[in-house]
């Protein structure tokens, strides 16, 4: 079996008929060796050389009470005198009867990436919002497309350098809004002037 940070291909997990599921190799920019980095499963613990430092950061991440249960020790001042006594009770020794801590943190890093270990984050709090809310009265006035059709065309004048009245201003510079709206402009020249229908 396979080990974090291992694979390097894409596998494929069919989980029924419609749905495939990708699994893709993630990018591991922490080094090896970063305790955060072991507890997000992301270096394989039998790899390690310092065992110690990602059981620390779990005794710092989790409730002391829930590790206290967890492993049915007492409570405890350091990480070492935790690990002493789960080495103890569990029967991690060494050859001469001498406690093995390393198999130990090995153990309880095993246990955090397996789940045995009891750690959750609680959400972050939010300010309270205060929401006004009031009965309406009376319907709100009706959409008038006509007005709306208006002001999109004076906006659109404004913008491009017409006349409300829907000529442009030629660029010899007579004013072409007596030609109305359906006429084409009878001032357009060759020199700068354009004819235009609006």
Known sequence: MQ????????QEVKL????????????LFAAAS?????????VNVDQLED?????????????????????????????EEFLEQV???????????M??????????????SSGKVP???????????????SVVTTWAQEFDIENAASLMQDEAAES?????????LMACGTDCSTAGNQMPCTNATDEGGVEMIL
């Open 3 to 10: 080990g974090p940070c291992q694979f390097q291909c894409c």
């Open 16 to 27: 029924d008929k419609k749905v495939l599921l990708l699994d893709s190799p993630g990018v």
């Open 34 to 42: 970063d305790p955060d980095a072991v507890l997000r499963n992301c």
């Open 51 to 79: 065992l110690v430092a990602p059981v620390e950061s779990i005794i710092r991440r989790c409730k002391r009470e829930n590790l206290i249960k967890a492993y049915e020790v007492n409570d405890f001042d350091t990480t």
């Open 87 to 97: 080495a103890n009770n569990r029967g991690k020794l060494k050859k001469g009867g």
């Open 99 to 112: 406690l093995d801590l390393e198999a130990t943190a090995s153990m309880i890093l095993k246990d955090w």
């Open 119 to 133: 750690f959750f984050t609680m959400p972050p709090t939010r300010a309270t919002m205060e929401v006004a809310s």
């Open 160 to 168: 491009s350098g017409m006349h409300t009245s829907g000529c442009m």
